[in-house]
């Protein structure tokens, strides 16, 4: 059982973890049940356990409803904000032919604003924690 449960209209991450990259998505809670809780989305949510109706833990992921700022939700958000990073870097690095110094000095500081602007996002993303 856990202790939070969210009310109508609050904000809800849909947190997924498993054998594969953990991922987490928003939704809205629509409205409550006796034992469930339905998303906006028509999805059904058990109310004690915070855990998708109908489904088992056997399987390769698992789904949860989580607080927006559960650290496990921030962690995620954080990690994709890099994954976009490293994704510009190799975009950006890869040489078409021969690079005049000009050049590639202006790769390496279109990848340091980038880099600047990750360190910004991953930061206002763990200043939203609660815990903090």
Same mark, same amino acid.
């Given at each position: 059982?856990?202790?939070?449960?969210?009310?109508?209209?609050?904000?809800?991450?849909?947190?997924?973890?498993?054998?594969?990259?953990?991922?987490?998505?928003?939704d809205t809670v629509?409205?409550?049940?006796?034992?469930?809780?339905?998303?906006?989305?028509?999805?059904?949510?058990?109310?004690?356990?915070?855990?998708?109706?109908?489904?088992a833990r056997g399987?390769?992921?698992?789904?949860?409803?989580?607080?927006?700022?559960?650290?496990? =939700?921030? &962690?995620?958000? #954080?990690? !994709?904000?890099?994954? $976009?990073?490293? %994704?510009?870097? @190799?975009?950006? /690095? +890869?040489?078409?032919?021969?690079?005049?110094?000009?050049?590639?000095?202006? =790769?390496? &500081?279109?990848? #340091?604003? !980038?880099?600047?602007? $990750?360190?910004? %996002?991953?930061? @206002?993303?763990? /200043? +939203?924690?609660?815990?903090?």
């Amino acid at each position: 059982m856990t202790t939070w449960e969210p009310a109508k209209g609050d904000r809800v991450a849909v947190y997924c973890h498993g054998s594969y990259a953990n991922t987490v998505r928003f939704d809205t809670v629509e409205r409550l049940t006796v034992t469930q809780i339905v998303l906006a989305d028509g999805s059904r949510w058990k109310r004690g356990s915070l855990r998708e109706v109908g489904s088992a833990r056997g399987g390769a992921l698992f789904y949860e409803l989580k607080m927006p700022d559960d650290p496990l =939700v921030l &962690d995620v958000r #954080a990690r !994709a904000v890099l994954r $976009t990073l490293a %994704k510009y870097v @190799e975009e950006h /690095a +890869r040489p078409a032919g021969s690079w005049s110094v000009v050049e590639i000095t202006n =790769v390496i &500081d279109d990848i #340091a604003k !980038a880099a600047e602007l $990750t360190r910004r %996002k991953v930061g @206002e993303i763990y /200043a +939203r924690r609660s815990d903090s």
